[in-house]
């Protein structure tokens, strides 16, 4: 199948996979589009960036797509690039898809949850703190990060979610201040200690002004409150 995919990528152009090192550079997975979903076969086209340390396009280098454990490789171009890929797991839903160069993990690109339908979502079921609170822009989720119990930030691009970063554990350690003070930023949202001796992520304002308001005891865990101000 690996075969059969590099050669619909190269437009008929056979080919072996280069046993050069990978240039340093980065991947930007900037889109994807499903045509067709059989089985588990799923077809369409990627959109993408990739370019070395010094900007230049990363045209002729072999990248590699990542999905449910399978690996297709293929050369990249500046045009949307035509996918035909065989992912076991498509059987059982959605799949997190990732692109790099060959032999690089530095170079890995963010996350798409992609299915048959195309890019979606991960639903509210999917352990999210803030599920229809402000997660059209931002999705919360509790994580351990290297300094404790933390929040890590998706924003929202389209219907894609992109890992940001994390609130750490050591800003939900600090002491209680005496009147509510920003202690931290992350694309859309803010971290908020409370003089209640809680914390609050304020994401927002939306296209309709519409601030949400999660809530959190410390250290962090699920949400004690959800709330939206403004609209």
């Known amino acids: 199948?690996?075969?059969k995919l590099a050669i619909l990528i190269v437009l008929g152009a056979a080919f072996t996979?280069?046993?050069l090192a990978a240039p340093p550079g980065d991947v930007q997975f900037n889109g994807i589009t499903v045509t067709s979903c059989s089985?588990?076969?799923i077809k369409g086209t990627l959109l993408l960036g990739a370019a070395d340390t010094n900007g230049n396009p990363l045209i002729g280098e072999t990248l590699e797509l990542h999905a449910s454990g399978t690996i297709f490789p293929f050369l990249f171009n500046?045009?949307?690039i035509p996918y035909e890929i065989d992912i076991p797991g498509l059987a059982?839903?959605?799949v997190a898809m990732s692109i790099s160069v060959v032999g690089d993990p530095?170079?890995?690109s963010s996350i798409r949850i992609v299915g048959c339908s195309g890019e979606i979502l991960p639903q509210a079921s999917d352990g999210r703190i803030n599920p229809g609170?402000?997660?059209l822009l931002a999705v919360l989720y509790n994580a351990e990060t290297s300094?404790?119990?933390g929040i890590v930030v998706y924003v929202v691009d389209g219907t894609v979610g992109r890992s940001i970063g994390a609130y750490a554990g050591v800003l939900f350690q600090v002491d209680t201040p005496r009147e509510n003070t920003i202690i931290a930023e992350l694309g859309p949202t803010r971290l908020i200690a409370l003089s209640s001796g809680e914390f609050q992520i304020n994401i927002g304002p939306d296209a309709h002004g519409k601030v949400y308001e999660v809530i959190f005891d410390r250290p962090p865990g699920p949400a004690t409150a959800l709330r939206y101000f403004g609209g």
Request: charged share 10%; hydrophobic share 30%; net charge negative.
């Open 1 to 3: 199948m690996l075969r």
């Open 17 to 19: 996979l280069p046993v």
């Open 39 to 41: 089985g588990t076969i």
């Open 78 to 80: 500046v045009t949307p």
């Open 92 to 94: 059982l839903g959605p």
């Open 106 to 108: 530095s170079t890995e």
């Open 133 to 135: 609170y402000g997660d």
């Open 147 to 149: 300094t404790g119990p």
